[in-house]
Every structure is written in structure tokens, then in C-alpha cells.
């Protein structure tokens, strides 16, 4: 089971950070993605890290988004800077496949945290 964590309500340019735990299992093996779905629009992938430290990011995120993890707590981390009302989401995490840099689909999925950016 995954759990995510840290949403909240922040303004444009503020930042917040997502946690996602995992219990009955170790997320040590396996690649663990970011995905976002707004009101009315499909689920998106944001990023996602490998197993040996990869990292990927929707052209959306870059260079405002960090994903990183802590195998020893088993926890994957998504650091949100200047932020945007466009981030506006509910945020999941999941159990990932990547199949190119640009290509990973998401298994196994948590419950997802709101995260809400003011205008």
C-alpha cells in the first residue's frame, strides 16, 4: 500500500512537499512516480525515480519540481518550488514502469493528496 502526504492550499509561488510511505512492502526495487489528475482532465505522469536514482519530469515540473527517495525510510518525496494554480491537483503516487524517458505508467496507486495553488 501506498500513502501520500503534505498537500495543502498554498499560493502562486509557494512551494510544498509530497510524501508517499509504502507498508507491506520495500520500495527499494521498484521505480516510484508522481502522477497529477485535475478536475475534468485525464491523470499525468510528473516524475518519476528508478530504482538506480533516474529521474524524470514532465516538461510541466522541470526545473521547479525535485523527486528524490529515501530507501532507508521508505519514502519517495516530490518537492513542489513556484508553484503555479496550473499544479492545481489531486497528486498520487504508484508503483511505475518506465519504457522510455518520456513513457512510464503507473500500478499500484494511493489514494492521492490535494494540492491547491491560489491565484
Known amino acids: 500500500q501506498l500513502v501520500e502526504s503534505g498537500g495543502g492550499l498554498v499560493q502562486t509561488g509557494g512551494s510544498l512537499r509530497l510524501s508517499c510511505v509504502a507498508s507491506?512492502?520495500?520500495?527499494?526495487?521498484?521505480?516510484i512516480g508522481w502522477f497529477r489528475q485535475a478536475p475534468g482532465k485525464e491523470r499525468e505522469g510528473v516524475s518519476v525515480?528508478?530504482?538506480?536514482?533516474?529521474?524524470y519530469y514532465a516538461d510541466s515540473v522541470k526545473g521547479r519540481f525535485t523527486i528524490s527517495r529515501d530507501n532507508n525510510k521508505n519514502q519517495v518525496y516530490l518537492q513542489m518550488n513556484n508553484l503555479k494554480p496550473e499544479d492545481t491537483a489531486v497528486y498520487y503516487c504508484?508503483?511505475?514502469?518506465?519504457?522510455?524517458?518520456?513513457?512510464?505508467?503507473?500500478?499500484?496507486w494511493g489514494q492521492g493528496t490535494q494540492v491547491t495553488v491560489s491565484s
Open positions: 504508484a508503483v511505475t514502469y518506465i519504457y522510455s524517458e518520456s513513457d512510464w505508467r503507473g500500478d499500484h
Open positions: 525515480i528508478s530504482s538506480d536514482l533516474r529521474t
Open positions: 507491506g512492502f520495500t520500495l527499494d526495487t521498484y521505480a
